[in-house]
């Protein structure tokens, strides 16, 4: 079956670094697009960005543009978020999701919490 395994999360101080990663398997990784999504307390899941199946593009809410990168092994099926210059507000648990169609993702990963001291 398909399994998405995220890691990498911790704690962190405001203006540091984490990266994330996605172990995927179960599913052709190669040919399909991924999304990094978030959640944190009291508030609704949101999209963080995407990357498609080739990983020669990519997208972000506007809220992490300039800090995160997204990238993607294809031959590792992995797939990762670099975080830089992290925010208190940051704080969330974070999703790698696979099997992109419009805005909807069909697998998700269990999530890895990453907290932002200030």
């Known amino acids: 079956q398909v399994q998405l395994v995220e890691s990498g999360g911790g704690l962190v101080q405001a203006g540091g670094s984490l990266r994330l990663s996605c172990a995927a398997s179960?599913?052709?990784?190669?040919?399909?697009?991924m999304g990094w999504f978030r959640q944190a307390p009291g508030k609704e899941r949101e999209f963080v960005g995407r990357?498609?199946?080739?990983?020669?593009?990519?997208d972000y809410a506007d809220s992490v543009k300039g800090r995160f990168t997204i990238s993607r092994d294809n031959a590792k099926s992995t797939l990762y978020l670099q975080m830089n210059s992290l925010k208190p507000e940051d704080t969330a648990v974070y999703y790698c999701?696979?099997?992109?169609?419009?805005?909807?993702?069909?697998?998700w990963g269990q999530g890895t919490q990453v907290t932002v001291s200030s």
């Open positions: 990357i498609d199946w080739s990983g020669s593009r990519t």
């Open positions: 999701a696979a099997d992109r169609h419009g805005v909807e993702y069909t697998y």
């Open positions: 179960g599913l052709t990784f190669r040919s399909i697009d």
